[in-house]
């Protein structure tokens, strides 16, 4: 009997788990997202809409906990099952990096509605959606180091967001730069990661440009060997043909 391909195989209860939470982890993680907004861009938030939005974004956390918990309960090999998801570890043990979870979700979603998508079309989504949300968050944790501090360059969300641009980029205008401590380890984080995006995104584009240039070179080559062969059946008729005549009888006169 042929094994079980992965398709067929039962899924395991954390699988089962993680199938029946993941479109309600990712609605979570956008709503965090909005909150996290919310709370940077409202500078003149009431006392008690601030203490709301506190208590929101620690519930949320709780339930991302809750639900590492309860995945690595269910999970047979639980120090591989850490090993594989550190990503879910950080967004546990460092709440500021919870909005993160909202890529992880995202692919799993794209992988389960389009699972015979071709494999770089879920690693472009992957840097896609990585980038904005990258750009977003920095611009967003630097405009709250950095808007009402002493010497401060920021006086709206728009320079940050430009800030953010140049930054991962690594153009740096020069025109507005981090003077809170904050602000720079936004910037440090940043920069670090601009540099990898940038590396990873020109490698993934050089890839498959050579792929395009190999495959319009394997259907120029299968073309030419194509207009051969019918060069060389043309001939062979021709031949075919000559033999015949000849092979024929002279008509009687």
Same mark, same amino acid.
Request: proline share 6%; charged share 20%.
């Given at each position: 009997?042929?094994?079980?391909?992965? %398709?067929?195989?039962?899924?395991?209860?954390?699988?089962?788990?993680?199938?029946? $939470?993941?479109?309600?982890?990712?609605?979570?993680?956008?709503?965090?997202?909005?909150?996290?907004?919310?709370?940077?861009?409202?500078?003149?938030?009431? @006392?008690?809409?601030?203490?709301?939005?506190?208590?929101?974004?620690?519930?949320?956390?709780?339930?991302?906990?809750?639900?590492?918990?309860?995945?690595?309960?269910?999970?047979?090999?639980?120090?591989?099952?850490?090993?594989?998801?550190?990503?879910?570890?950080?967004? =546990?043990?460092?709440?500021?990096?919870?909005?993160?979870?909202?890529?992880?979700?995202?692919?799993?979603?794209?992988? $389960?509605?389009?699972?015979?998508?071709? @494999?770089?079309?879920?690693? =472009?989504?992957?840097?896609?959606?990585?980038?904005?949300?990258?750009?977003?968050?920095?611009?967003?944790?630097?405009?709250?180091?950095?808007?009402?501090?002493?010497?401060?360059?920021?006086?709206?969300?728009?320079?940050?967001?430009?800030?953010?641009?140049?930054?991962?980029?690594?153009?740096?205008?020069?025109?507005?730069?981090?003077?809170?401590?904050?602000?720079?380890?936004?910037?440090?984080?940043?920069?670090?990661?601009?540099?990898?995006?940038?590396?990873?995104?020109?490698?993934?584009?050089?890839?498959?440009?050579? *792929?395009?240039?190999?495959? =319009?070179?394997?259907?120029?080559?299968?073309?030419?060997?194509?207009? %051969?062969? =019918?060069?060389?059946?043309? *001939?062979?008729?021709? *031949?075919?043909? %000559?033999?015949?005549?000849?092979? *024929?009888?002279?008509?009687?006169?």
């Amino acid at each position: 009997m042929d094994p079980l391909t992965t %398709e067929q195989r039962p899924q395991t209860r954390r699988q089962r788990w993680e199938q029946a $939470t993941n479109l309600p982890m990712m609605t979570l993680a956008v709503l965090f997202l909005l909150m996290y907004a919310w709370r940077v861009l409202d500078t003149d938030a009431s @006392p008690t809409l601030d203490a709301c939005l506190v208590w929101a974004d620690v519930a949320i956390w709780a339930v991302f906990a809750v639900d590492f918990a309860v995945r690595l309960r269910l999970s047979t090999d639980r120090r591989r099952f850490v090993r594989k998801h550190p990503l879910d570890l950080l967004v =546990v043990l460092v709440p500021p990096f919870r909005p993160l979870r909202l890529v992880r979700a995202a692919l799993l979603l794209l992988d $389960t509605l389009n699972r015979a998508m071709h @494999p770089r079309t879920r690693l =472009v989504a992957f840097v896609g959606t990585g980038s904005l949300l990258i750009l977003l968050l920095s611009s967003l944790a630097f405009f709250d180091a950095e808007f009402g501090a002493p010497d401060s360059k920021i006086t709206s969300f728009g320079d940050a967001l430009w800030w953010s641009a140049v930054s991962v980029t690594t153009v740096g205008y020069g025109d507005v730069y981090p003077v809170t401590f904050e602000g720079r380890l936004v910037a440090l984080v940043l920069m670090t990661l601009g540099i990898g995006l940038i590396s990873f995104a020109i490698g993934t584009m050089t890839s498959w440009f050579v *792929e395009q240039l190999k495959t =319009v070179d394997a259907t120029d080559r299968a073309e030419r060997t194509l207009a %051969e062969l =019918v060069d060389e059946v043309r *001939e062979l008729r021709s *031949e075919v043909a %000559e033999l015949r005549a000849r092979s *024929e009888p002279p008509p009687v006169g």
